[in-house]
Each structure stands twice: as C-alpha cells, then as structure tokens.
C-alpha cells in the first residue's frame, strides 16, 4: 500500500477532479472545516495535501502526518503561507498526545482491514485527551464512479485493481462500510457520535470518552 501511495504521489489528487463529485467534495469540505475550526488538529494519513491546506487556515495548528516521509514533506510544502507541521506517524501506534484535541483521517479507513478497524479506532482514542474530537470521512461506492471491486475475501475486504500512469498496477485494499457501520464502531468509545453523507461521500465525528 505505501509502495502504491508513494508512486502516485504526481496523480496522487486527480481523483479529486472527477466533475460529478464536485457538488458533494465542495459540500463535503464544508463540513469538515466546520468540525476543525479552532482545534489542534493531528492529521492521519495526509498524502500530499489536498485536506491538509483546505483545514489549515480554519485550525489553531495542524499537523499533517503520513507513513511516508515524502508524502508528509509533500503536504506540509502545498501550505503556502500557513504554518503547518509535519512528520512521519505510524496510524496504528499514534504516540499520546496531549497537545492535540482534534484528530482527522480522511480517506484512510477504507483502507483498514474489517478485523483491524476497532484496533485503529481504539488506538485514536487512547492518544486523545477526553473530550477530544475524532473525525473519519471517506468515499461511497458509486457504481460508473468508482473504481470496480475486483475481489472480495472471505473477511469480508474488497480490493481493486489500479493503474498508474506509468504503467505499474496494485491490488489496494478498498472498503466501503456504511456510515452506520463506522458510528457505531466510533460510538463505541466516543459520544455525541454524528454522521453525514452525500452521494459520494461519508463523514462521522465524535467526542472522545477517556
């Protein structure tokens, strides 16, 4: 998977470029710089960016983190004229941190195995102070949209088969649980749990209990 992420860096965000998706990204970057505005945020999983410099100017102070340290330099580099930090963080082992009271992943946990998802979400929570704020968004399955499923394991995972411009190609683990799935996992260690979704995409938020 970072072998993959690390290659598409250059068409790391022409997935964002889709026309029908721009109505519900447009909606869907609303809701999410509403839900940061004025926290310290940790960000998970920034790729090169994209969320990175739309949450920036809304937060008190960000941190965009990524397992690759050429994906995380690439994020902190696109914030022209914001202050925002950088570095490598593993999303399964998020050190404690105290300083934060926001954390944000953005299309990752489609990429968290079913079996794995309550480890990801306990761990986000036990490097939280209480009353911290958990946010998850992702994409929807849209069929004519999305990329097909090419396999699904008996777990219960789906994967897709992608293509780079260079030719290469991965098979990259692709969920699509439902935003009911995801609340309920999260109300699991969180309260004052809300969701929202569009066509293309889904985003829960919740309030950390420890």
């Not at 004025?38 to 998970?44: F, I, N, R, S, Y």
């Not at 309550?118 to 998850?136: D, E, M, N, Q």
């Not at 009911?180 to 004052?192: N, P």
Request: glycine content about 6%; overall charge negative.
């Amino acid at each position: 998977m970072l072998e993959y992420y690390e290659k598409r860096r250059s068409e790391y965000e022409a997935i964002y470029n889709k026309p029908e998706r721009q109505g519900c990204l447009a909606q869907l970057e609303q809701k999410l710089c509403s839900l940061v505005a004025g926290k310290h945020v940790l960000e998970v999983a920034c790729g090169t960016g994209y969320w990175t410099r739309r949450m920036a100017t809304f937060t008190a102070s960000l941190y965009a983190s990524d397992a690759s340290e050429n994906l995380a330099v690439a994020a902190r580099e696109s914030c022209e004229d914001v202050d925002v930090q950088a570095g490598v963080v593993d999303a399964f082992s998020i050190p404690r941190s105290p300083e934060f009271n926001c954390l944000v992943a953005g299309f990752f946990f489609s990429h968290v195995l079913v079996q794995e998802r309550s480890r990801f979400l306990a761990g986000v929570s036990a490097a939280l102070c209480p009353s911290s704020r958990i946010v998850l968004f992702d994409n929807r399955f849209v069929p004519g949209s999305s990329t097909p499923i090419s396999r699904k394991a008996e777990s219960g995972d789906t994967y897709q088969n992608r293509s780079l411009v260079d030719g290469s190609s991965f098979e990259v683990l692709k969920n699509f649980p439902s935003t009911d799935q995801v609340a309920s996992l999260l109300g699991e260690l969180c309260r004052h749990v809300s969701t929202y979704e569009n066509e293309y995409f889904w985003l829960v938020s919740g309030e950390t209990l420890r």
